[in-house]
């Protein structure tokens, strides 16, 4: 932990000496959480409530030149429920290079950054829970890779290919998988008219290493092979948006076909934005998911989380956007056969943002 | 609830919205190029139309594209054409963006009244702009360190400069970035050394203009678009303006509202 401070401060002082602009930016947010749920010995109680500092993002975004940027992001948080009371990642460390190659708006993308995959790369946090992707382990937010991100002239859409790791970023130590194969990725999306989006992704990623490295050779039987796709659709109409995403993981064990099994997931959301009606920021957000996280095939329970919420965005800058958000969440989560994970959790959460452009 | 129900509501809740979408009043932010001819036309559409209340706001082309993004503003001024990710962002949000020429303007390259220097070239700009020639003296000037004063990274202006002159190169980091026309305008005009650019819409006596590539910007060089730095100058909408704001961007195209472009210092449309 020593060295990585040393290395993140070494960092804020060499970036902006290097860089023609650089740009300061930091999200906190602060959240109360009230859960219940069934205890181990079966019977209904507060599993959690506390305060803490949920996420942090302190990043730096140096501009080199007019065609190559960089982004440096941390990922700090502050909660008793862990054993160091803290912790802190890396969550991004990037350059975009924007005529690398001869393509109109593409970005050739190298280092811990984005996974182009579903919803995740772009969700931004209406609503206080992961996107799905995230949430039901269907995708990395971020891994180390090279990617080629680019949007589709007059903002028909954008596209992106990438070629990853596939552990993703919070992996370490004993964590972290044997695998010698990196993950491939391809994302589209399309927006036919104004306010309609539609995507797809697909992922093919693998988990530990096919040979054994114990000494003895053989096969390794937790080797497996991922395939994961993803289906989007965004409407957009006035004050009201709706999103859906459908994704699917197929997990193939080539030396232990037994274990073979797949997992889905379902999620729609609505966005009300109420600005334009009353003088006052204020959003009302619901969502539902239905997700078979299945680990084994012969394990058929459905989760079912239902959420409803509203924001109050404030502090806006020049161009309208709130660098304060109030969120309030309400989740009830159920379980089809596992009755006893059942649980329902209220979240009050303030967001707070800043940023900030040095120019040397 | 019944599904008809919900439907029921979100129908009001949507025409609620359209009700309030059909309101008199104006709103317009970004581009500092814009803004005198969006503040001189304003005025003389509102005693025209005294039912109509136009606000206007700076701030720079980019902001005022992310509040036409964020459904905040009605009309959002650039002086620079929309990039392709602003347009797939507006349009992911159900935001149609549409454009309106209103003006032309080419950007003048300003030096020091007392700057022998009447020409360069787009190859001279970019080598001043990233620090290949320091001094006038290389220019055909007098033994002089140039002072290079340029936009902000925020302004389109800078944007466009950028683009036609640098073609993207990185301006040298001893430049002096500035956040208006005419705090470029009044350093040049105090700074024997100094070279800067602006809108023509800001010129004054305090400044010399050089010609670029031999060519001098001017109402005939802009409108037939031999001028190098020349552009056009744009109102964004989301979808065809109707209303008070289609009113108000008509005003500004016909012959009234492009003679007050003219007298505000910029090139009519053609």
Known sequence: MKRLIVLLCLGVMILPVMAHEIKLTGEMWNRWTLET???PAGENTILRNNLSLERGYLGLEPKFSDAVKGRFTVDIFSTDL??????LKIKYAYLDFSKLLPIPDMTTTIGLQKV?????????????????????????????????????????GEYALGLYNGEGY?????????????????????????????????????????????????????????????????????????????????????????????ANCASVNAVLKL????????DFVVRYDRSDPTDSDKDENIVTAITGGVNYNFMHDDSSNPAMQLQLNYTNKSNSVKTTNDSSALMLQLKWRFNNTLKS | MKVRNVI????????????????????????????????????????????????????????????????????ANSSRPMKTKEMNQCRAKGIAPTAYAVALDGIAILTH?????????????????????????????????????????????FEVFNEKALGGAKVISSALLLASNNAVVTSVADTPGAIGYAGLGYLG??????????????????????????????MYTNGKAKGAVGSYIAFIQSPAGQKIVENEGFVALK
């Open chain 1, 37 to 39: 749920g069934n205890a």
């Open chain 2, 113 to 157: 009244k007392s700057n022998p220097v009447s020409n360069l070239t787009v190859k001279q700009l970019k080598a001043i702009y990233t620090g290949a020639i320091k001094n006038w003296k290389d220019l055909g000037g007098p033994n002089l360190p140039i002072v290079v004063i340029s936009r902000d990274v925020a302004s389109g202006t």
């Open chain 1, 275 to 282: 600005k334009t009606l009353v003088e006052k920021d204020i």
């Open chain 1, 116 to 156: 182009y995959f579903g919803s995740i790369y772009d969700w931004d946090y209406t609503l206080i829970g992961k996107s799905p992707t995230d949430e039901y382990k269907f995708a990395n937010s971020a891994d180390y890779g090279l990617t080629l991100h680019g949007y589709i002239p007059k903002g028909w």
């Open chain 1, 170 to 262: 919070k992996n370490y130590g004993a964590n972290l998988k044997n695998n010698i194969q990196p993950a491939f990725l391809a994302n589209l999306r399309l927006i036919p008219v104004a306010g309609l989006t539609l995507g797809g992704s697909f992922m093919l990623n693998s988990s530990e290493r096919s040979d054994s490295l114990s000494g003895l050779g053989g096969d390794n039987p937790k080797y497996n092979e991922q395939k994961l796709m993803d289906a989007y659709l965004s409407a957009a109409y006035g004050p009201l948006t709706l999103m859906g995403e459908y994704m699917m993981k197929d997990v193939t064990y080539p030396n232990d076909s037994a274990k073979d099994m797949s």
């Open chain 2, 8 to 75: 029921i509501i979100l129908a009001i809740l949507l025409i609620g919205v359209s009700a309030f979408a059909k309101t008199n009043k104006v709103v317009c932010s970004g581009s500092t190029t814009v803004l005198p001819i969006a503040q001189a036309t304003a005025e003389a559409f509102m005693d025209k139309n005294p039912n109509v209340n136009i606000s206007i706001r700076g701030g720079g082309s980019g902001v005022g594209i992310a509040a036409l993004q964020n459904g905040t503003v009605h009309i």
């Open chain 1, 82 to 87: 862990v054993k160091d009371g803290a912790g």
């Open chain 2, 205 to 234: 006596d305090g400044v010399k203009t050089v010609s670029v590539n031999n060519i001098v910007p001017s109402k005939a060089t802009v409108q037939n678009d031999t001028y190098p730095l020349s552009r056009k100058l744009y």
